[in-house]
């Protein structure tokens, strides 16, 4: 009948007759410090947009040139403003589809203040906020006082904003905007657009709203939650007009910073940026399932659709290839998103499914 037989090091050490562990083996080994995780899907955005840098500039010597970068930072200039706000929205699984007509009819809000009501720049930025805060905090209301889905709820909105800036003007543009409100908007601060500085200063602001304050938890757990956020204690429905409302605020910023740089308010100035927007905050890897969304992404999605639309055309591309570009590089970006995670709206499909058949 065989025996087991116990390895010697180990049976020396049982039994009464054991010997004592030496030092060596008495000590004990400390747990290893777990290494900071590197966010993969975060670096993946920024090495995109350093392979779209250098392949335009491989392609056009006049792209990474100083000023035309300086070009690019400002034409993302809108699209990041607008995109901060989007980001906030998208965080808690909702959708902003009003921000473009927000900041059309405050453009021409504020452009007819100054030009036929004779307000100062000042104030008339000042009532252009105002304003695109009560329509934002709108949007708020409407999606959570009468429980209307945030796409509907937007949508509707939108329309009723983009009328409102038709009949402001009887659908005419807005000229001869004065020159100190186009200096507080459109001028440099040492060889630096202000639109850049501005974008700098509203991003900084928004991420530590987002990442260093309570509120800014309460938006990342009613986005991942709703039900587990209100159950432990968060107001979901403040929280969400909350953040229409900074929508609506950042789409108001974005609106006088168009009129700023054209010199002039037109009745469907915001409308291209809806879309681009909310691509840069997707780009950036806001998702649209709810609970996740980074500040810096967002810039970075902004960036890249700028460089897109300066590199066609320094490669004199037709413009009308450029949305072409930009639907593939959103169709790319939620495509790896998604790819990253397991495909989660797949899954969630499938789920019920196979309960029903279980």
Known sequence: ?????????????????????????????????????????????????VVIFLIFGALNGNFLTAGNLRDIAVSASVNAIIGLGITFVIITGGIDLAVGSIASFVGIVSATLMVNAGTSPLLALLA?????????????????????PPFIATLGTMSIYQGCAYVVTNGRPVYNVPKDFVFMLNSYVGGVPVAVILVAVLAVLCWLLLRRTVFGQNVIATGGSEETAWLSGVRVDRVKIAVYALSGVLAAIGGLVIVARINAAQTDA????????????????????????????????????????N????????????????????????????????????????????AATA
């Not at 020396?12 to 410090?33: F, Y």
């Open 128 to 148: 252009g906020i105002l304003l695109g805060l009560v329509c934002g905090a709108l949007n708020g209301v409407l999606i959570t006082k009468l429980k209307l």
């Open 311 to 354: 590199g066609l055309v320094l490669l004199n591309v037709p413009s009308f290839y450029e949305q072409i570009v930009t639907g593939l590089v959103v169709v790319i970006a939620v495509a790896l998103d998604q790819g990253s995670k397991g495909w989660p709206l797949m899954k969630k499909r499938t789920a019920p499914k196979k």
């Open 1 to 49: 009948m065989s025996q087991h037989t116990m390895p010697k090091d180990d049976a020396s050490q049982q039994g009464p007759g054991k010997k004592p562990l030496n030092n060596a083996d008495a000590t004990v080994k400390e747990p290893r410090r777990p290494r900071p995780a590197v966010n993969l899907q975060a670096l993946g955005i920024y090495i995109a947009a």
């Open 270 to 309: 915001g409308s291209p940026y809806l879309l681009t927007a909310i691509a840069s905050a997707v780009i950036g890897g806001a998702n649209l399932m709810g609970g996740e969304g980074r500040i810096a992404g967002t810039l970075v999605g902004a960036l890249i659709l700028g460089a897109l639309t």
